[in-house]
């Protein structure tokens, strides 16, 4: 059953602390992304990847930091010099990216909390 | 980047056809337009795509005007579960991605 995943799909961290989010795909897709959505508003783009070990900084990437080790793995790591880190996270891959017809297929999202 | 203007909400009944309208005036000549559907704590689903004239599938049709300054979302006889945000896009290739850029969407409320 081919998608993209990600855990925790809720997750509450004490203010200061790093943590993970993870976001895997079986799509065999090249590129990745990762948004950040706040309430009633739109996505903004964090970061995105197009192949293995390459990233690009998206439009908020201030305190958050990813890897792309593997082609079906990008996790986010949200940093304690992220500001305002309570929102819900989205993880998204297309085929391969740099092409307009290209379709991003998003995973179910990640709610976190910083208390 | 192109940015896109959409109404924050719109109602209707079920059985009705809903057009959401949305404006991309400074769209560039290698921009395509993307709808995608979001419900309640979920990710985005894509809905169509278009480059110009129309579009149509098995959920929806895209009606993009000759100057591309806009496009029209059409959704054929709307059900309670079409109720959602509804967004529309200009994507952007940027180097090894596509940019997605997000409005704040159109709030979609199907009644009986």
């Known amino acids: 059953d081919g998608g993209i995943t990600q855990s925790p799909k809720y997750l509450f961290r004490k203010e200061g602390q790093n943590v993970t989010l993870s976001c895997e795909q079986n799509l065999n897709h090249d590129a990745m992304y990762w948004y950040r959505q706040d309430p009633g508003q739109g996505l903004r783009l964090i970061y995105y990847?197009?192949?293995?070990?390459?990233?690009q900084k998206g439009d908020i990437a201030e305190g958050y930091s990813v890897s792309r080790e593997k082609k079906e793995s990008f996790p986010l790591t949200v940093t304690s010099a992220q500001k305002n880190p309570t929102a819900f996270y989205l993880c998204?891959?297309?085929?391969?990216?740099?092409?307009?017809?290209?379709?991003?297929?998003f995973g179910p999202g990640t709610r976190l909390t910083v208390l | 980047l192109a940015k896109t203007t959409q109404p924050i909400s719109m109602d209707s009944y079920e059985g009705q056809e809903v057009n959401i309208t949305c404006s991309h005036n400074n769209i560039a000549t290698n921009d395509y337009i993307t709808w995608y559907q979001q419900f309640p704590s979920q990710g985005p689903r894509f809905i169509i795509q278009?480059?110009?004239t129309k579009v149509t599938n098995e959920v929806a049709s895209l009606f993009i005007p000759a100057d591309r300054k806009s496009s029209t979302l059409s959704l054929p006889r709307v059900s309670l579960s079409d109720t959602a945000v509804y967004y529309c896009?200009?994507?952007?290739?940027?180097?090894?991605?596509?940019?997605?850029?997000f409005g704040t969407g159109t709030q979609l409320k199907v009644e009986l």
């Open positions: 278009g480059y110009k």
């Open positions: 896009l200009v994507a952007r290739v940027i180097g090894g991605g596509n940019k997605l850029t």
């Open positions: 998204a891959s297309s085929i391969q990216g740099g092409v307009g017809t290209d379709t991003q297929y």
């Open positions: 990847s197009q192949i293995v070990n390459d990233f």
